[in-house]
């Protein structure tokens, strides 16, 4: 028979009970998460939008500058390098030039870059290959290119406001332009073969 008086207030729960209900909460979280999110975006091929990637207060104002069109000489916008550098688009005429846009977060463009990288190693010395990694932190984006191999030059678009230049509306999103800087093709989807790289590539030689 309990000797503990009728009013007495109810004993408190043990600190190891109370610390293992919270980390099996968090086993558990943890689990759904990955169930539910990570594990189906290890086979999405879907595009990332533009809005998906920032919000109207973050991106850049358009400033009425010109806008790239196909058959049109490109805007010559000038990137930075994950160096530092600066490239000018107008350095680059005498080849034809392919530019990818990309992100991290963007399963399509994980799966695209070691395509372009074979295309770069083919066709290097004839024609110009840029990555262009959109708004995120350099660290995301030199983590990226690690982990894909890729290895021709790759430059930052922090605002997306070059992207936009570019007709972008969703990652990955690839330019060609030919060798004296008209804008041959501007292709806002994924490349999932290297015969469409280099039928773009040989209709802007």
């Not at 999405?44 to 850049?60: E, F, K, P, Q, T």
């Not at 870059?113 to 984006?141: H, K, T, W």
């Not at 690690?146 to 936009?164: A, I």
Request: hydrophobic share 40%.
């Amino acid at each position: 028979m309990s000797t503990e008086p009728e009013n007495a207030p109810p004993r408190a729960r043990s600190p190891h009970k109370f610390i293992g209900a919270i980390l099996l909460a968090a086993a558990l979280a943890l689990f759904v998460s990955w169930l539910v999110v990570l594990r189906p975006a290890l086979d999405d091929n879907s595009a990332i939008g533009v809005d998906d990637l920032v919000n109207s207060d973050a991106r850049a104002p358009s400033d009425g500058g010109p806008t790239a069109e196909v058959g049109k000489i490109a805007p010559d916008v000038t990137l930075k390098g994950f160096d530092g550098a600066d490239v000018a688009l107008s350095s680059l005429r005498g080849k034809p030039t392919v530019i990818n846009f990309w992100a991290s977060s963007c399963v399509p463009c994980i799966k695209e870059m070691p395509l372009i990288e074979r295309a770069y190693a083919e066709l290097g010395g004839d024609v110009n290959f840029v990555g262009v990694d959109v708004f995120e932190s350099p660290d995301l984006g030199r983590d990226m290119i690690t982990r894909t191999g890729v290895t021709y030059p790759q430059t930052v678009d922090p605002t997306n406001e070059v992207l936009t230049t570019f007709g972008g509306v969703q990652l990955p999103h690839t330019v060609v332009l030919t060798a004296n800087g008209t804008v041959s093709a501007l292709h806002n989807e994924a490349i999932t073969d290297d015969e469409v790289l280099r039928d773009l590539i040989d209709a802007a030689s």
